[in-house]
């Protein structure tokens, strides 16, 4: 489904990459990202209305070159992370366009889902087109060695999920991490807490 988060007036103030920088995790961490930076690479390249919001004349600006700027960007930054150790996983999640006017129906016709189902969905989905165009070019010009896509077929959401849990497994052995190992000095604490315990 195509969908937008409308940014608020802080997110205006700053530039298109500033909202997810925000929320990056520490290191040692996990963070996902259902919505991220790519937004500004796709979404509003659907609607260049919405680039009057953060202060561009979708009018005036050249557009090869803007966008080419925004990717330009997005790879430095995805760089800049990998080099400062962050490990980046892009899932792209591939859903057809018959499995997405099946699951807008579900959404209308089971009253538990009523809830996910918008009225824009019907207007975006016009737009499909246009969304594919602007989501291959954005992968190919962001896919790089070090941050790759992972194109997953998503009609079935099972499948989809094995093949992304398989990934990240995959990515966090190539980690090679290990549990800390006890200092000796924590090694004889916990054997006199042990002894303790058996008495």
């Not at 997110?11 to 500004?40: C, K, T, V």
Request: hydrophobic content about 35%; proline content about 5%; overall charge positive.
């Amino acid at each position: 489904m195509f969908s937008f988060k409308v940014p608020t007036s802080e997110e205006l103030d700053h530039d298109f990459l500033w909202r997810s920088n925000q929320r990056l995790p520490a290191r040692g961490r996990i963070g996902i990202f259902n919505r991220s930076y790519y937004e500004e690479v796709v979404v509003v390249r659907v609607h260049p209305e919405f680039l009057a919001a953060e202060g561009f004349n979708p009018a005036s600006e050249k557009k090869a070159k803007f966008w080419e700027s925004r990717f330009r960007s997005i790879v430095n930054l995805e760089d800049h992370l990998h080099r400062n150790r962050t490990r980046l996983l892009k899932f792209f999640l591939h859903v057809s366009q018959d499995e997405q006017r099946k699951r807008l129906l579900e959404r209308i016709d089971d009253p538990t889902k009523n809830w996910k189902f918008s009225v824009g969905d019907i207007k975006e989905r016009k737009l499909w087109k246009a969304y594919m165009s602007a989501y291959g070019e954005s992968l190919a010009a962001t896919a790089t060695e070090r941050s790759p896509w992972y194109v997953i077929p998503a009609d079935d959401k099972r499948n989809a999920r094995l093949m992304i849990s398989s990934v990240i497994c995959e990515t966090l052995k190539g980690l090679g991490m290990t549990y800390p190992k006890a200092t000796p000095t924590r090694v004889q604490e916990l054997q006199s807490i042990r002894r303790q315990l058996l008495k």
